[in-house]
């Protein structure tokens, strides 16, 4: 019998009670880590539904990640069981605007079946706009503009909403004029990019009550985790779609508040009391999750930030091990140690899905997974798009698109001399030429080009075999199993074998991913589900039951917990970045430390903190000092580990009480060395700022300190 369990209630506590039980009117849950705000909003919805207060489908709940909506969704499942009327809304802001627009695309001036823009598409794009404009493209590069309209829509602002102000920062005031050309081709393309899925759904809302009210009159209550990193577009969204019935609840913590460089505003916490006056203000103080040492450390640290409401937290656990701190002489001996730490775990028959290795930016991951690929340690990266976004995988989706939506003129062109065909520039220009003149797709125009003498003979003769086997897959997607099908496309394109023949090291590992994605496409009922699923969920490259070592960022990490948590890189330049410190100064030291508190509270027993005295940055060996953040735990919660190597003059004062931190901090070399990561990171190619790999939210937006993607939007 899967009936609501009656007893849901009792393992709360009293204000976790009341959190559920308030389910008529605005509500505010405002609580640390680990203190079970996720678990209120669970329960919330079993609740609601148990006592018949709604439908499932009357319900809309937001997770900050998709892999949040899928746990949620699982703990739903098993409190109400199985969904007999249904399941509530549950997913990102952006799955669920994208759920809305496809309904209603023909509102806003798209088709049901519009393509959403990934990263790479999008920026291309915008390089197409900047040119046709005549505007130097080196002088104000794409990623640039992507950075700033990525700033607008994240503050749900349209080209006509732009301050003028701020368009001037972009080709000598161009910005909004190019921000309009690029939404105008988007809608010429049948597409979106991230943004817009939000910013679509609220002019479709603005420009259409009715359509507003009937989702104001669908969701009878509304319920939003990780509260404190919305941002604007998605708070105008809430507030919109909670001004009728008022039953919201929000639940969140400032001081995880970690994407204000990406636009989120903690504000919006502030400003909830405004919007919805009366509303609950709720507190919950006892952490469930961590050892008492932990707990102490992590509080200790977040109590450096000047800016924050402030709160206390207690929790009834065992003191636990302390935190320990651990130097290694660099980034590869760093690595080596955490590996024999979890072998060591791992031969303590602890389960390796409690472990989780938590880094500052996705670039550190690289040494940690060849370790563990030499250990043999099953792992698992979460959180990035990096499968999706890897090159090969691109392209081999590009294939799949252009097979699947013949208008998709991005993918097309993606792909069309990849492999090398003999459709090289020319070509291209060719077809692109045509294409306007025509108003026509690219592979219409290719249609007519193979037939006209426009093109040389041999180019041609190419074209026209791509279109034939274009044609081929077509009709073969009729009758052929989609994920067989991708095998096709992937072989008889020559895509395959063009990685097949090349002999560097990384090939193989491409022909591997490719396999991994026709084999991931087998979970799909059609190449419609997957090409959505695919644009939408950018963190789910896990499978299989077996007992894996998490590795992901810290920026990944929120809302999770494990029973161990390493931390590696705990080095000034590199955690607090650099980056955050020259561009938002105290803000953006704060959102750092942040970060840290947040990388600590993940963890239920252990939290093992690591730094390296050198460091390789972007190819050149750096030598580092531990992280100011080490310095600002609280002494009695920690434990300095034997690191022989590691402490050979430059350390924190912490360590063997020799040199004190504020002179370590200020010798040349140091100074050099920061100056030359400081260059480093300015470099747009510079993977060292590549940051959380992303997208985590399935938003798609580079991590956090990708190259020029700090737009207006962020906390400043
Ligand atoms: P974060 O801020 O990190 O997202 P959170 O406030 O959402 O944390 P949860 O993840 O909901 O916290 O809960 C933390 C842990 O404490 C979970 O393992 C949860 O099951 C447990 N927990 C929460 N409330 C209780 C309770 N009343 N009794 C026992 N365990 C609880
Ligand atoms: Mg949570």
């Given at each position: 019998?899967?009936?609501p369990?009656?007893?849901?209630?009792?393992?709360?506590?009293?204000?976790?009670?009341?959190?559920?039980?308030?389910?008529e009117?605005?509500?505010?849950?405002?609580?640390?880590?680990?203190?079970?705000k996720?678990?209120?909003?669970?329960?919330?919805?079993?609740?609601?539904?148990?006592t018949?207060?709604?439908?499932?489908?009357?319900?809309?709940a937001?997770?900050?990640?998709?892999?949040?909506?899928?746990?949620?969704?699982e703990?739903?499942?098993?409190?109400?069981?199985?969904a007999?009327?249904?399941?509530p809304?549950?997913?990102t802001?952006?799955?669920?605007?994208?759920?809305?627009?496809?309904?209603?695309?023909?509102?806003?001036?798209?088709?049901?079946?519009?393509?959403?823009?990934?990263?790479?598409?999008q920026?291309?794009?915008?390089?197409?706009?900047?040119?046709?404009?005549?505007?130097?493209?080196?002088r104000?590069?794409?990623?640039?503009?992507?950075?700033?309209?990525?700033?607008?829509?994240?503050?749900?602002?349209?080209?006509?909403?732009?301050?003028?102000?701020e368009?001037?920062?972009?080709?000598?005031?161009?910005?909004?004029?190019?921000?309009?050309?690029?939404?105008?081709?988007l809608?010429?393309?049948?597409?979106?990019?991230?943004?817009?899925?939000?910013?679509?759904?609220?002019?479709?809302?603005?420009?259409?009550?009715?359509?507003?009210?009937?989702?104001?009159?669908?969701?009878?209550?509304?319920?939003?985790?990780?509260?404190?990193?919305t941002?604007v577009?998605?708070?105008?969204?809430?507030?919109?779609?909670?001004?009728?019935?008022?039953n919201?609840?929000?639940?969140?913590?400032?001081?995880?508040?970690?994407y204000?460089?990406?636009?989120?505003?903690?504000?919006?916490?502030?400003?909830?009391?405004?919007?919805?006056?009366?509303?609950?203000?709720?507190?919950?103080?006892?952490?469930?999750?961590?050892?008492?040492?932990?707990?102490?450390?992590?509080s200790?640290?977040?109590?450096?930030?000047?800016?924050?409401?402030?709160?206390t937290?207690?929790?009834?656990?065992?003191?636990?091990?302390?935190?320990?701190?651990?130097?290694?002489?660099?980034?590869?001996?760093?690595?080596?140690?955490?590996?024999?730490e979890?072998?060591?775990?791992?031969?303590?028959?602890?389960?390796?899905?409690?472990?989780?290795?938590?880094?500052?930016?996705?670039?550190?991951m690289?040494?940690?997974?060849?370790?563990?690929v030499?250990?043999?340690?099953?792992?698992?990266?979460?959180?990035?798009?990096?499968?999706?976004?890897?090159?090969?995988?691109?392209?081999?989706?590009?294939y799949l698109?252009?097979?699947?939506?013949?208008?998709d003129?991005?993918?097309?062109?993606?792909?069309?001399n990849?492999?090398k065909?003999?459709?090289?520039?020319?070509?291209?220009a060719?077809?692109?030429?045509?294409?306007?003149?025509?108003?026509?797709?690219l592979?219409?125009?290719?249609?007519?080009?193979?037939?006209?003498?426009?093109?040389?003979?041999?180019?041609?003769?190419?074209?026209?075999?791509?279109?034939?086997?274009?044609?081929?897959?077509?009709?073969?997607?009729?009758?052929?199993?989609?994920?067989?099908?991708?095998?096709?496309?992937?072989?008889?394109?020559?895509?395959?074998?063009?990685?097949?023949?090349?002999k560097?090291?990384?090939?193989?590992?491409r022909?591997?991913?490719?396999?991994?994605?026709?084999?991931?496409?087998?979970?799909?009922?059609?190449l419609?589900?997957?090409?959505?699923?695919?644009?939408?969920?950018?963190?789910?490259?896990?499978?299989?039951d077996q007992?894996?070592?998490?590795?992901?960022?810290?920026?990944a990490?929120?809302?999770?917990?494990?029973e161990?948590?390493?931390?590696?890189g705990?080095e000034?330049?590199?955690f607090?970045s650099?980056?955050?410190?020259?561009?938002?100064?105290?803000?953006?030291?704060?959102?750092?430390?942040?970060?840290?508190?947040?990388?600590?509270?993940?963890?239920k027993?252990?939290?093992h903190?690591?730094?390296?005295?050198n460091?390789?940055?972007?190819?050149?060996?750096?030598?580092t000092?531990?992280?100011?953040?080490?310095?600002?735990l609280?002494?009695?919660n920690?434990?300095?580990?034997?690191?022989?190597?590691?402490?050979?003059g430059?350390?924190?004062?912490?360590?063997?009480?020799?040199?004190?931190?504020?002179?370590?901090?200020?010798?040349?070399?140091w100074q050099?060395?920061?100056?030359?990561?400081?260059?480093?990171?300015?470099?747009?190619?510079?993977?060292?700022?590549?940051?959380?790999g992303?997208?985590?939210?399935?938003?798609g937006?580079?991590?956090?300190?990708?190259?020029?993607?700090?737009g207006?939007?962020?906390?400043?």
């Amino acid at each position: 019998d899967h009936r609501p369990a009656t007893d849901y209630l009792s393992g709360l506590n009293a204000e976790q009670r009341q959190a559920v039980e308030t389910t008529e009117g605005p509500v505010l849950v405002l609580a640390g880590a680990g203190t079970g705000k996720t678990r209120v909003l669970t329960t919330r919805i079993a609740h609601l539904i148990a006592t018949g207060l709604a439908w499932p489908s009357g319900i809309l709940a937001v997770t900050f990640t998709n892999k949040a909506a899928r746990e949620m969704k699982e703990r739903v499942a098993h409190l109400v069981g199985p969904a007999g009327e249904g399941m509530p809304w549950l997913g990102t802001f952006h799955a669920i605007g994208t759920k809305i627009l496809r309904r209603h695309a023909e509102l806003v001036g798209l088709r049901s079946d519009f393509t959403i823009l990934g990263v790479d598409d999008q920026l291309r794009l915008l390089k197409q706009v900047i040119t046709a404009e005549n505007i130097d493209e080196k002088r104000w590069p794409a990623r640039q503009l992507a950075s700033f309209i990525d700033g607008w829509k994240n503050r749900g602002l349209t080209p006509k909403d732009v301050p003028p102000g701020e368009a001037a920062a972009f080709a000598n005031g161009r910005g909004t004029g190019l921000y309009q050309a690029y939404q105008d081709r988007l809608k010429t393309l049948n597409a979106v990019d991230f943004g817009d899925l939000l910013l679509e759904c609220l002019r479709l809302w603005r420009e259409n009550p009715d359509v507003l009210e009937q989702y104001q009159q669908r969701f009878r209550y509304m319920l939003v985790d990780e509260y404190q990193d919305t941002n604007v577009a998605q708070y105008l969204w809430l507030r919109l779609l909670a001004q009728a019935r008022k039953n919201v609840c929000c639940v969140g913590d400032d001081d995880q508040s970690i994407y204000g460089w990406r636009g989120a505003e903690v504000d919006n916490i502030l400003r909830f009391d405004h919007d919805f006056p009366g509303a609950v203000v709720i507190r919950l103080e006892r952490n469930y999750r961590s050892t008492a040492h932990i707990l102490s450390a992590a509080s200790g640290l977040i109590a450096k930030n000047k800016d924050r409401l402030g709160k206390t937290l207690r929790t009834d656990d065992e003191p636990g091990e302390r935190v320990s701190v651990t130097g290694a002489w660099d980034s590869e001996e760093e690595a080596r140690q955490i590996g024999e730490e979890i072998e060591a775990l791992h031969s303590r028959k602890e389960n390796l899905s409690e472990v989780a290795v938590l880094v500052r930016i996705s670039a550190q991951m690289r040494e940690i997974e060849d370790r563990f690929v030499t250990l043999g340690l099953p792992y698992r990266v979460i959180g990035g798009p990096r499968f999706y976004e890897r090159a090969e995988i691109r392209d081999a989706l590009a294939y799949l698109r252009a097979t699947a939506q013949p208008a998709d003129d991005l993918a097309f062109e993606r792909i069309v001399n990849t492999p090398k065909r003999g459709l090289g520039d020319a070509a291209v220009a060719l077809l692109h030429a045509h294409a306007r003149r025509a108003r026509v797709p690219l592979m219409q125009a290719a249609r007519y080009l193979v037939e006209s003498d426009e093109m040389k003979p041999a180019p041609r003769r190419s074209l026209r075999s791509l279109m034939a086997q274009f044609d081929r897959w077509r009709t073969a997607m009729e009758k052929t199993p989609h994920h067989e099908l991708a095998q096709t496309i992937l072989e008889e394109s020559g895509y395959t074998d063009m990685w097949a023949k090349e002999k560097s090291a990384d090939a193989q590992g491409r022909l591997e991913n490719l396999k991994e994605l026709v084999r991931s496409m087998e979970e799909f009922p059609d190449l419609p589900a997957f090409l959505e699923h695919i644009s939408l969920v950018m963190d789910a490259n896990e499978d299989g039951d077996q007992e894996r070592v998490s590795l992901m960022t810290l920026h990944a990490a929120k809302g999770l917990e494990f029973e161990t948590v390493f931390l590696p890189g705990w080095e000034e330049g590199l955690f607090p970045s650099q980056r955050a410190l020259d561009e938002n100064g105290r803000a953006g030291l704060e959102e750092e430390r942040r970060l840290a508190h947040v990388g600590l509270t993940r963890a239920k027993r252990r939290a093992h903190i690591y730094f390296a005295s050198n460091r390789r940055i972007h190819g050149l060996w750096n030598a580092t000092i531990p992280s100011r953040f080490i310095d600002e735990l609280p002494e009695e919660n920690v434990e300095v580990r034997e690191a022989p190597a590691a402490y050979s003059g430059r350390t924190a004062s912490r360590f063997e009480g020799m040199t004190p931190f504020a002179s370590s901090y200020q010798t040349p070399g140091w100074q050099r060395a920061q100056a030359r990561a400081a260059e480093a990171a300015r470099d747009p190619d510079n993977d060292w700022r590549g940051g959380g790999g992303f997208s985590e939210n399935g938003s798609g937006f580079a991590g956090p300190f990708q190259a020029g993607r700090r737009g207006p939007g962020g906390r400043g």
